[in-house]
């Protein structure tokens, strides 16, 4: 009986959207980066599936579901790319060199690195768009042939570093550029480095919302060209 339930498109949608709920309202209430949703969603979703002896299979049935919604998020992340078009224009020149010479040093450094290391090409193509949002990195990956987990993991721990150390540099570095600050987090830690931007002040928030589009614009010309040096 159990197992019909399992193997139900339905159980891993509902699973994982009661999880990722959860989780969210822990993060709203600790405020804390390391209580990341996602991350912690996974780690329970782990849990359940090992204490219930349910196969990833099954879960997946459903799972692929919200699977298929990557491809409509992705399309969104235009809404804030729209909205902050005003703040493009008037500082375009600033905010696509940088940019676009961040996330250049950022895959050469992780293919140098990972290199070195002696990492299976899977590997490097899985880590290079870990810059980007989830949608993004995750059909970036795939269609280099890495493993998405990884990306996902990756992605997650990217931002995460992100939140928890930039105001620090700031701070050593005496950065206080509200534009600076919000390209710097949008376009290295997405998501959750704009949420931090957001905290911090409402156009380090906006910059940051709008570095995450045009990194996302970047990202997916940039790695096609730097991907032939794996």
Same mark, same amino acid.
């Given at each position: 009986?159990?197992?019909? +339930?399992?193997?139900?498109?339905?159980?891993? *949608?509902?699973?994982?959207?009661?999880?990722?709920?959860?989780?969210?309202?822990?993060?709203? %209430? $600790?405020?804390?980066?390391?209580?990341?949703?996602?991350?912690?969603?996974?780690?329970?979703?782990?849990?359940?599936?090992?204490?219930?002896?349910?196969?990833?299979?099954?879960?997946?049935? &459903?799972?692929?579901?919200?699977?298929?919604?990557?491809?409509?998020?992705? *399309?969104?992340?235009? =809404?804030?790319?729209? %909205?902050?078009?005003?703040?493009?224009?008037?500082?375009?020149?600033?905010?696509?060199?940088?940019?676009? *010479?961040?996330?250049?040093?950022?895959?050469?450094?992780?293919?140098?690195?990972?290199?070195?290391?002696?990492?299976?090409?899977?590997?490097?193509?899985? /880590? $290079?768009?870990? !810059?980007?949002?989830?949608?993004? #990195? @995750?059909?970036? !990956?795939?269609?280099?042939?890495?493993?998405?987990?990884?990306?996902?993991?990756? +992605? /997650?721990?990217?931002? /995460?570093?992100? #939140? @928890?150390?930039?105001?620090? =540099?700031?701070?050593?570095?005496?950065?206080?550029?509200?534009?600076?600050? &919000? =390209?710097?987090? &949008?376009?290295?830690?997405?998501? @959750? &480095?704009?949420?931090? #931007?957001?905290? /911090?002040?409402?156009? !380090?928030?906006?910059?940051?919302?709008? #570095?995450?589009? +045009?990194?996302? *614009?970047?990202? @997916?010309?940039?790695?096609?060209? +730097?991907?032939?040096?794996?």
């Amino acid at each position: 009986m159990f197992s019909d +339930v399992f193997s139900n498109p339905l159980f891993g *949608v509902l699973l994982t959207i009661l999880i990722y709920t959860i989780c969210l309202k822990i993060f709203s %209430k $600790l405020k804390l980066p390391l209580f990341n949703p996602m991350l912690l969603s996974i780690i329970f979703i782990i849990i359940v599936l090992k204490t219930f002896n349910i196969s990833y299979e099954n879960y997946y049935v &459903g799972g692929s579901i919200l699977n298929a919604l990557i491809v409509p998020a992705t *399309v969104a992340l235009a =809404i804030p790319l729209h %909205k902050n078009l005003h703040l493009l224009k008037k500082h375009y020149l600033s905010i696509i060199i940088g940019i676009l *010479v961040g996330n250049v040093i950022n895959c050469l450094l992780i293919i140098f690195i990972a290199k070195t290391l002696k990492y299976k090409p899977e590997l490097i193509y899985s /880590m $290079l768009p870990k !810059s980007v949002t989830t949608a993004i #990195a @995750v059909g970036v !990956s795939e269609n280099l042939g890495g493993f998405t987990s990884i990306t996902v993991v990756v +992605v /997650m721990i990217t931002g /995460m570093t992100g #939140a @928890v150390l930039a105001p620090f =540099i700031f701070e050593k570095l005496k950065i206080k550029d509200p534009i600076a600050i &919000g =390209i710097s987090l &949008g376009s290295s830690s997405h998501a @959750v &480095g704009t949420s931090k #931007a957001i905290e /911090m002040n409402s156009v !380090s928030g906006a910059m940051a919302g709008l #570095a995450i589009g +045009v990194t996302g *614009v970047f990202i @997916v010309f940039i790695i096609p060209l +730097v991907v032939r040096l794996v």
